[in-house]
């Protein structure tokens, strides 16, 4: 079974562009997860999904910050206009079940490295 | 509120010597407590998770972890070290009630040496 995957693995943009993630949860899972690590810091929350609605999007930087799930299957996040800060790796991970889904197991892909010039 | 520590950013081990990562947390709900392990350009594989039953955890790879609520803390240990758990760790705790949003540690890089 294949497990989340995400697209670009490195991404470098100059300030003021636009730059979309992409991440495929593993089939079948309802909860999508996406979280940033800025460089020396430790992982944070962004935003949940389960199916295609937006459950909890409190960890989202700024309105910069877009994310999509149509049709409940991949999950797009893009950055417009992109600013020096927002450089880190962002990871997507997917999780089965329902109620605190935070509780159980969650897949995480390999991650995108996002730089800003 | 909640907060995670872990309190050494690197740990060197030999291959072969026992493995401990420490981790605290603080949070305002019982918490369910997780261990993480990323190995380089992969994803973060759950080790092992507490969640209010037994107090002692074993996860896969011969690792397991303590819940001690009165010192906080829920550090994670291996008996002896192989070279292929040389990763970055990262301790994260979920409170059981509230937004349930996980908060995680800054990590720890465990290097093993032959």
């Known amino acids: 079974e294949a497990g989340v995957t995400q697209f670009p693995s490195h991404s470098v943009i100059e300030k003021g562009q636009t730059v979309t993630l992409r991440c495929d949860p593993i089939s079948g899972h309802d909860n999508l997860y996406w979280y940033r690590r800025v460089m020396g810091k430790e992982i944070k929350f962004l935003l949940h999904?389960?199916?295609?609605?937006?459950?909890?999007e409190s960890g989202m930087p700024n309105n910069r910050f877009l994310a999509e799930r149509t049709g409940g299957t991949y999950s797009t996040l893009k950055v417009q206009p992109a600013e020096l800060e927002d450089s880190g790796v962002y990871f997507c991970?997917?999780?089965?079940?329902?109620?605190?889904?935070?509780?159980?197991?969650?897949?995480f892909g390999p991650g995108t490295r996002l730089t800003v010039l | 509120a909640q907060s995670v520590t872990q309190l050494d950013s690197h740990v060197s081990v030999s291959e072969g010597t026992p493995v401990l990562l420490r981790c605290n947390y603080s949070s305002s709900y019982s918490p369910s407590l997780f261990w993480y392990v990323q190995h380089p350009n992969k994803g973060l594989q759950l080790l092992l998770k507490y969640t209010s039953a037994a107090t002692l955890v074993k996860g896969i790879n011969g690792f397991e972890a303590e819940f001690k609520k009165s010192e906080t803390s829920f550090h994670l240990t291996k008996p002896s070290a192989h070279m292929s758990d040389a990763a970055e760790y990262f301790c994260v705790v979920t409170p059981s009630g509230g937004s349930y949003i996980p908060t995680f540690g800054r990590g720890t890089s465990l290097i093993v040496h032959p």
């Open positions: 999904f389960v199916k295609e609605s937006k459950q909890d």
């Open positions: 991970a997917s999780s089965q079940g329902s109620g605190a889904a935070f509780l159980n197991e969650q897949f």
